[in-house]
């Protein structure tokens, strides 16, 4: 049997450097010009109030804008791009596209622009469970996946396979945060059902403790390209410093399918991975004790134990996670906080001991609802729980935050990135 083939190149400009990729990997060897295309990139979330820095989070529009000039010129036009971007309180796809300039590629190659959120969505068995896809990922004959490499705190990297978890609507990506599975052993079936034909990773920048834009961004300049999406994930994850055996989903979809997830295994064309390999930390780290974050140790914070998230706790609360924390800090004067526990997520049950028990998010409340432990909660019943949901509950236990270090922190995330450190925004805003 042929080994899969991976292309790994380095990244110099947008269309040259993904035609070699393309190229390489012979990307689009089954594709037919009658064919229904759909590029799914990752755009998770965008900011339309405080500076957010794409840089790693997203897939950059350099690249987007490169495929579909590429397919326009092999003579394919019947292109969508969809996505369903995180829908907290509403749809901000289309918002999305228009800051990011897509809108240019409905007008100059007539691409249709779709957020999956405002679409219809259909049930699709997969065996022990059941979840909702958009109905134009299903009606595609060639899913062309367009991931950013990066980290992610729950699951290690986020690539092509986990990139797949944006097709469904928001009650299913709930649902794969399950309080009785791993979040590992979800997604990866998705794969199984869609037509994915090309993975393509943006490997432009890379991103540490992701998926979000609290991590921190490295300029990496490669672009990663194959047929087969798990061989793709493989050689990712390598050039972030991760065996594939030890990535939870890389492993289980590779179970599932009878493959292994040996590097040896795979003919890479192009640059060597070993020379590119450079090891990018996903997680955040907290005390021994799971008090909090160890920057809340160093700071001298006591009297508060943050429980550490696990991967029940939903993309929504998750985007609140940081916030959250960044609150909290804000209202530390130096002396202990008042014997506060948080908790979140569906597994973590509150503890004796508090005098106070913040249940972060809709799911915790309901799991620790007649918790006979709790002495006094604070429920943030929020699916999540906004930052004034959090500043106003807290008053009651005698926290007062200040949402204008918030705000301070979110300029400083921002401006940490330099144009002449390689963080151009025009990457992303064409």
Known sequence: ??????????????????????????????????????????LVSWDFELPFPPFGVIT???VVFALVRILHEEGFRNITIGEGPLAIPKPKGRAMFKTLGYEKLRDNY?????????????EVDFGNFKLSVARKV????KIINLPVLKTHNQCKVSLGIKNLKGCLNRKSKMFCHGKDWSLDHTFPHLMRKLPVALTVIDGIFTLAKGPGHTGYAYRKNLLIASRDALACDVVGAELMGYRAAEVGHLKYFAGLNNRDTDLAGIEIRGEDVEKHRSYIDYDW????????PIGFQRRGITGLAIRKYDDSLCTGCSTMYNPMLIMFMSAFKGKPFPNVEVVSGKRQVASPGFDYTVLFGRCACVLNKNNPDIKKAIALKGCPPSIQELDEALKEAGIFCDYNEYVKYRHYIFNR????????LGLYLM
Request: glycine share 6%; proline share 4%.
């Open 138 to 141: 299903l009606e595609a004959d």
């Open 60 to 62: 950059t529009s350099a």
């Open 110 to 122: 007539g691409v249709e622009l779709i957020d999956f959120n405002e679409d219809k969505f259909e």
């Open 1 to 42: 049997m042929s080994k899969p083939v991976v292309s790994v190149v380095a990244y110099k400009d947008p269309y040259h450097s993904l035609r070699e990729a393309l190229e390489l990997c012979d990307g689009l060897r089954d594709f037919d010009k009658s064919h229904k295309i759909l590029i799914k990139p990752n």
């Open 285 to 292: 780290e907290w005390t021994v004790d799971d008090t909090g």
């Open 417 to 424: 990135y330099k144009k002449e450190d390689g963080f151009d």
